[in-house]
């Protein structure tokens, strides 16, 4: 099996060994990763006689922390087998991936990281390719994607459903909804951006004739982390148009509530263009590029013209996997979809 097979056919036998790089990925925000990865067992090989009997190699996270991503990709080298690149998936959990709850998605790449815009990954080999999909696909990606916005699904989904105060009010002039993104998040960098995007998106926002709501990133509210927007508000913190959302609240409650969305490479840019909205990207997110978008920074190399339902289609369908964490088992990302709307009604419940 080559890298790219081991990446799109999870296939019906379990394979018996795959190797991750680091024994960070084997606790018990990652449980259901055995089933996602289609394995009996997860390992992190020291030597390369632990590595020759996976069947294949997986490195999560593209920083270079210590040489244990070298070693796993020097083995899958040496005895010729699958090396695969992954990370948590576009439905991912009830609560923030800091709040330690387990992954049940992720998206796989044979090439490199999906964010990643500074070399091909396959993602964008695919869609820079002439391939087409056919009816039948691109009408499951939209049907898929009108659920999620109908059922309201994002990366995260335990916010709230309500609007803040400041978005609440009649609208008396065009709403524009910047986001944040955490400090430091590789996927910046991999957007060939970086805290200047900020600072220059929020600039061409406040510009604009309309009132511009900055959506703090959960992680900086909930997990202690930085904002990416910090210097972005302080330079522009006197400005009668700028308001800040701090409140959580769930994706497309906000998206009902502004006309345009403006992103450095937030993957919540995605979800606002599921749900219908024009987006500016201010960085090179894995969406933008084809011509649905606005993009602000270009890449030569994004040539083809794409549809949202075909890029939602290898992104989210072809690319991704999806884990169902009541029977244990591979699911699409419609079942998926239909799971956590369903766990989400659960837990609202709880809470009133």
Same mark, same amino acid.
Request: proline share 6%.
């Given at each position: 099996m080559n890298s790219l097979a081991f990446c799109l056919r999870p296939g019906f036998r379990k394979h018996k060994k795959v190797a991750i790089s680091s024994a960070g990925w084997l606790d018990e925000t990652n449980k259901h990763l055995p089933i996602l990865l289609n394995t009996e067992q997860l390992i992190v090989p020291k030597h390369r006689s632990h590595a020759e009997g996976c069947a294949g190699f997986v490195q999560w996270g593209i920083l +270079?922390? *210590?040489?244990?991503?070298?070693?796993?990709?020097?083995?899958?080298?040496?005895?010729?087998?699958?090396?695969?690149?992954?990370? *948590?998936?576009?439905?991912?959990?009830?609560?923030?991936?800091?709040?330690?709850?387990?992954?049940?998605?992720?998206?796989?790449?044979?090439?490199?990281?999906?964010?990643?815009?500074?070399?091909?990954?396959?993602? +964008?080999?695919?869609?820079?390719?002439?391939?087409r999909f056919g009816w039948f696909r691109l009408f499951q990606s939209k049907r898929a994607m009108r659920r999620i916005a109908q059922k309201r699904v994002s990366k995260y989904n335990d916010a709230p459903l309500t609007l803040p105060p400041s978005l609440a009010r009649p609208r008396d002039r065009k709403r524009i909804l910047v986001l944040d993104q955490r400090a430091g998040d590789a996927s910046i960098k991999g957007a060939l951006a970086n805290e200047l995007s900020f600072v220059l998106m929020l600039d061409h926002a406040l510009k604009q004739d309309a009132d511009v709501f900055v959506k703090i990133h959960p992680d900086a509210l909930q997990g202690g982390k930085m904002s990416a927007m910090s210097l972005a508000l302080m330079n522009f913190q006197d400005d009668a148009d700028l308001n800040i959302v701090s409140e959580s609240v769930n994706p497309y409650v906000l998206f009902s509530a502004v006309d345009e969305v403006y992103t450095v490479a937030s993957g919540m840019g995605f979800e606002a263009v599921i749900a219908g909205l024009p987006v500016h990207c201010f960085g090179v997110p894995y969406y933008a590029g084809w011509g649905f978008t606005i993009d602000h920074v270009k890449v030569p190399r994004r040539t083809a013209r794409r549809s949202p339902e075909e890029v939602f289609y290898v992104a989210w369908m072809m690319l991704s996997r999806y884990v169902d964490p009541r029977t244990k088992r591979l699911c699409s990302v419609a079942a998926a979809t239909k799971r956590i709307a369903r766990d989400v009604k659960r837990y609202q419940a709880r809470k009133t």
């Open positions: +270079e922390t *210590d040489n244990s991503k070298a070693r796993l990709r020097g083995f899958a080298q040496d005895l010729r087998k699958p090396l695969a690149f992954i990370e *948590d998936g576009f439905i991912r959990s009830l609560g923030i991936g800091l709040s330690k709850e387990p992954g049940r998605s992720i998206i796989i790449d044979d090439l490199g990281f999906y964010y990643d815009a500074t070399k091909p990954s396959r993602l +964008e080999t695919i869609l820079n390719s002439p391939r």
